[in-house]
């Protein structure tokens, strides 16, 4: 008598799923999760959400936007349409503030405006209202993490020294209306930020050795190739 294994149902039969990706459940909240999250402890942007174009709310877009129209047929004058979409880039920038370098999502002609002020800093804390218009929410938040730096609070003093105007009482008015925290919150948020930053990017660094060591093992399966047998 032959004993045979039993029979498993392909119903019955467990799933065997692998995960294709590294990133973490928390980074999959909505755009205006994340936008609270990060605004909940600054300043209002005074020009708002976009929420036409929603993630030019996370980087320097320069106030852009996709454009529409039509492409026009020269010999049949057809008209076809089709869109322009800005032309986006991820950058390091370095930023003498913070002494470290900020990976954004930054627009071509954003990058040439960086480069002629002088760096991240200077466009960044651009007092014309066509500059702050144009930072969005995202360049909103980098100007505040750099206006609690040191260096900035620094030069923001040494200006008001030359202006003539009081130093004595300018952070307490500033606390009273809610556009100023206490150096030891500003401290530990800045650290905490950090971590987060540092966090990610070792993330960014494991997916992709994880996604070559994958491509790899693919390309040795291939080679291999399936084996035939006439």
């Not at 008598?1 to 990706?21: E, G, K, N």
């Not at 990060?38 to 936007?65: C, D, E, M, V």
């Not at 991820?90 to 990976?103: K, Y």
């Not at 960014?204 to 693919?218: H, I, K, P, R």
């Amino acid at each position: 008598m032959v004993c045979r294994p039993p029979s498993v149902s392909l119903l019955t039969a467990p799933i065997l799923r692998r995960a294709f990706h590294t990133s973490q459940s928390h980074s999959a909240r909505s755009a205006a999760s994340q936008l609270a999250h990060q605004h909940a402890t600054i300043p209002a942007y005074p020009h708002g959400i976009s929420h036409w174009y929603k993630q030019s709310n996370f980087g320097l877009y320069g106030a852009s936007r996709p454009q529409s129209g039509n492409t026009v047929s020269s010999r049949t004058e057809t008209k076809n349409r089709r869109k322009w979409f800005p032309n986006i880039h991820s950058q390091r920038l370095w930023s003498d503030a913070l002494d470290r370098f900020v990976r954004v999502k930054v627009q071509a002609r954003v990058i040439r405006t960086i480069d002629k002020v002088g760096g991240l800093d200077e466009y960044l804390l651009g007092e014309k209202a066509g500059r702050v218009r144009e930072l969005g929410m995202g360049g909103w938040a980098l100007r505040w993490r750099l206006m609690r730096t040191e260096k900035v609070r620094e030069r923001f003093r040494m200006q008001r020294v030359a202006m003539g105007l009081p130093e004595e009482g300018y952070e307490e008015v500033m606390k009273a209306e809610g556009g100023v925290v206490s150096e030891g919150e500003a401290v530990d948020r800045e650290r905490a930020i950090d971590r987060i930053l540092d966090k990610e990017t070792k993330r960014e660094d494991a997916g992709v050795e994880l996604g070559n060591l994958e491509l790899a093992q693919m390309g040795e399966v291939v080679k291999e190739g399936p084996r035939v047998t006439v």
